[in-house]
């Protein structure tokens, strides 16, 4: 799926909705498979995503809402301001309507799809209702979003309610027409939430030059990985992440395997394009790196399956290393002038790998 490009005039056009797409609540078993792999998490803070301002947070920080990892508790743990817990928790008695938080987004924009809230550990002390709100705005007016009586925002999830200790998830009837570049989560009237997720795809800012190289699988490109043979100890998704990450914890590892065997994972790029050299990064795994990757390429309409007919091999397989950017151009084939929309890494036998990036030019 292709990512569009929105100008400031259709971006300007689509700024005057008010009201909310309808929503369907998912079940929390269904909360995997109908976000992940097909959209992007765009405020999760490995991505950039920022905690710009709060109403409170006197018993717990804002900024755990975009931890990428599951929340964890420490029972009989306590701070000055009173329990310790691994999420968002304001006062007691809140005088206003609601708490909230305003999230810069990790993506210059994005398109929402779905919201997820979770409020595990929060029992008795959790968020009674919550809704979601979006605005598009200028850089040099970031400041005006930041203030409690900013009236730019409109309406993504209408009010929803929320349970004790348990993730929550709604799909909207349909991806918002515009494209938002913050959001502000709204907690009904006061309590804790230990995570939020904003799943949607990211509509970037691509080079004005068709000439230009960039990093077409990036996420913050639109890029997604939307498929994977294994991912037992680290996600695909953090393949496409910015930087080269903390440790082995935000990269793609598999599980180990005994005998002939392949993993492999399936990048959705952000845009058609010719690829000029990719890099596959090691970082952090030097006991558990993979022996030897390879990559193919291919032009579908739909996300492909791994053994899809259309596949073309653009990097024999070559032999790994420990906790290093490997960075491959001349050894490419099958690249020159061909238009690719999906790229599969294959890992052999198993492993780790930090980050997997295909640069090339937009066609």
Known sequence: M???????????????????????????????????????????APLGSRILSFSDEWFASASNLITPTPPIRRPGVFTHAGAWYDGWETRRHNSEPADWVVIRLGVASGKVAGVEVDTAFFNGNHAPEIAVQGCFVAEESETEVMAAGYTGWEAILDIQECGPSQRHAWLLEELTEKAYTHVKLLMYPDGGIARFRLYGVAVPVFPQSMDQIFELSATVMGGVATSCS?????????????????????????????????????????V????????????????????????????FEQDPASDAAGWVEILQAQKSGPDKEHQYKSELKEVQGKRYTHAKLVIIPDGGVKRFRIFGRRV
Do not use: C
Request: glycine letters at 8%.
């Open 2 to 44: 292709e990512i569009p490009i929105l100008s400031p005039e259709e971006v300007s056009e689509t700024a005057t909705s008010k009201s909310a797409s309808q929503a369907r609540a998912i079940a929390i078993e269904q909360i995997e498979s109908t976000f992940k792999s097909q959209y992007t998490d765009l405020v999760s």
């Open 230 to 270: 294994d991912q037992h100890f680290g996600t695909k998704d953090n393949l496409l992440l910015p930087g080269r990450g903390k440790d082995m914890g935000d990269g793609w590892e598999t599980k180990r395997t005994r005998g002939e065997h392949v993993d492999w994972t399936i990048v959705r790029l952000g």
């Open 272 to 299: 058609t394009g010719e690829v000029d050299n990719i890099v596959i990064d090691t970082a952090h795994f030097r006991g558990n790196f993979p022996q030897k990757v390879q990559v193919f390429a291919g032009h």
